[in-house]
């Protein structure tokens, strides 16, 4: 069974309020049933107490932590794929977790195959741990649009290595920036449907969505212009799927077999919107559960009193909106609360019911 490395990155955790999120990935990981496996901690030095938890943690025999400063988050995870003395590697943030105690047994069996990596699903959640929705692994559409989270990427280490790791250059998107370089190097993997891995909302990458943008758009550009001659709208391939057939031919030869046949099933699904410029449209490339609904119940207020001295309506208004996140389309439908009260001095009695409250997430 191939040894696993996983590295965590820290700065200052317990001035961030992140102690609790980082003890709970730190005792997932401990917990897995395989154990062939290294935690790295790699520390920007910290200054609250946070080296004070990683010398505890270390003791205890959970990891191995270096401390000192660095230029960013991917010189962070640089150092720890270079320290990294596992066959295989994979990143884990420090507020992200393992919620399935046999994730890494999952893993080491499809590694046994010598897959240059494999992938899985991931459960994003927001900052309360209340589930978001699934991201389904899909390597097959890399060239637009982050294929699987991070986190659920597990690489030879080797193959990271010949490859210079992160680039530096980004801050933020640097980790689609490698998967493309990734998979365009020939790598071949597989997509596991075991999903055991927990991504917590909040982080760098949602706080500055449009600069993570920004980066994603600078990086295709520097990658593919090497690759072809033709004219692309990086925002229409990035945001609609918008693609020219001449990139998708430069891309077919570059990647693994099992990936050229999954994308050329993909192209034979999609629609040519411009035969001039002989351009397609990806239109089944969500990789996240594309629709699920919630259902919770907004209280409808009457208060009266049969000699009519006391009426007190909570009525309600309802309301349609639609909010777009760089993660998904919310549509919302609810009430908002219009109160009307009549008051003289006698007691009243109540009654309460109930009007549902619907999300649609797409």
């Given at each position: 069974m191939p040894k696993i490395t996983i590295v965590t990155i820290t700065f200052n955790l317990i001035k961030n309020g992140r102690r609790d999120w980082f003890i709970q990935n730190l005792e997932s990981v401990h917990n897995q049933t395989y154990q062939d496996f290294e935690h790295i901690?790699?520390?920007?030095?910290?200054?609250?107490?946070?080296?004070?938890?990683?010398?505890?943690?270390?003791?205890k025999g959970y990891i191995k932590y270096y401390s000192e400063p660095d230029d960013g988050i991917y010189d962070a995870m640089n150092k720890g794929m270079?320290?990294?003395?596992?066959?295989?590697?994979?990143?884990?943030?420090?507020?992200?977790?393992y919620h399935a105690?046999?994730?890494?047994?999952?893993?080491?069996?499809?590694?046994k195959n010598d897959f240059d990596y494999v992938v899985s699903d991931c459960t994003y959640v927001d900052m309360n741990c209340k589930k978001m929705f699934v991201q389904k692994a899909m390597p097959e559409i890399f060239f637009i649009r982050m294929p699987f989270s991070h986190q659920a990427l597990f690489v030879k280490t080797e193959?990271?290595?010949?490859?210079?790791?992160?680039?530096t250059n980004f801050k933020i998107s640097g980790d689609h920036d490698f998967i493309?370089?990734?998979?365009?190097?020939?790598?071949d993997g597989i997509a596991l449907p075991h999903n055991f891995i927990t991504f917590r909302l909040g982080g760098i990458s949602d706080i500055y969505v449009d600069n993570g943008r920004k980066e994603v758009l600078k990086s295709m550009e520097n990658i593919y212009s090497k690759l072809t001659d033709a004219k692309i709208d990086y925002e229409k391939l990035h945001k609609k799927y918008i693609v020219p057939r001449k990139l998708i031919q430069a891309i077919l030869p570059l990647i693994s077999s099992s990936t050229r046949i999954k994308l050329e099933k993909l192209c034979s699904k999609s629609k040519v919107i411009d035969s001039e410029t002989n351009k397609i449209i990806f239109t089944n490339c969500v990789s996240y559960e594309r629709k699920w609904y919630l259902f919770q119940i907004i209280p409808l207020l009457r208060i009266s009193q049969t000699n009519k001295n006391l009426k007190v309506y909570i009525l309600s208004l309802p309301v349609f909106r639609k909010k777009q996140t760089n993660f998904r389309t919310i549509y919302?439908?609810?009430?908002?609360?219009?109160?009307?009260i009549k008051y003289k001095y006698n007691t009243a009695?109540?009654?309460?019911?109930n009007i549902p409250f619907i999300k649609y997430y797409k």
């Open positions: 901690i790699i520390d920007g030095a910290s200054t609250d107490g946070t080296i004070e938890l990683l010398e505890e943690y270390q003791n270079r320290r990294a003395t596992g066959e295989y590697i994979t990143y884990l943030n420090s507020d992200d977790f105690g046999n994730g890494l047994a999952e893993v080491s069996r499809a590694l193959l990271m290595r010949n490859l210079g790791g992160f680039d493309i370089r990734m998979m365009l190097s020939g790598a919302s439908f609810f009430c908002i609360p219009v109160v009307t009695t109540c009654h309460i019911f």
